[in-house]
């Protein structure tokens, strides 16, 4: 997050118009993103939670920055809260006013430098071992995992990759079926993973678009 702040801040340096990053979080990263943008210059965020559905410390994390960070509490789930964010991007009266973009994992920007981890992690394991490294990578909305598979497709050594999931099954649901249903989430105590509708999933299946492909590339 701290990394896509200060892309922000070099890439907008002769901007006119304020930018809001918009975020929707199940919990976990919203805090990270809010404490990185805190107080640049030019920049609001306003992040999405559900309410309820964080534990009383991600909630602090989400709301304890005032200045230039606002949270909002939305009643519904983290899916309800992504929906939000996304319907928020196809208004045009609100993009002619400021320009808006993300920051959790539907942009890439967010995604990107997860990879250096996967990277790092892959090849001294295999300057120790000469053999591949696999990845069990929770999953919430595949951003980190995506991340870990790009980083397979630039041809580090990464063996397998596993998707692990609690009781939010929209993806084994899938890989075992072929039969995409969205689901409505599903309140855990891992709450950063309670997603019923990820959005990264798209991404994979545009990686891998044949269903046998994409189990051969993925486990969940």
Known sequence: ARFLAGVFARLRRSASRPLWILVATSGDTGGAVAA????????????????????????RQLTCWGDNVHAFAVRGSFDDCQRL????FGDAELGARSELTSANSINLGRLLPQMAYYAWASLALWQEHRAPVSFVVPAGNLGNALACIWAR????????????????????????????????SVPTLASAMDVGDPSNLERL????????????????
């Open 153 to 184: 497709r630039c041809g580090l050594p990464i063996g397998e990759v596993v998707l692990a999931h609690n009781a939010n099954r929209a993806v084994p649901e899938f890989l075992a079926s072929g039969s995409w249903q969205v689901r409505e």
């Open 36 to 59: 990185a943008f805190h107080r640049r210059p030019g920049v609001s965020v306003a992040v999405l939670f559900p309410k309820g559905r964080v534990s009383r410390t991600q909630e």
């Open 205 to 220: 299946r545009g990686l891998f678009p044949e269903l046998g492909a994409l189990r051969g590339a993925v486990s969940a």
């Open 85 to 88: 964010a996304k319907g928020a």
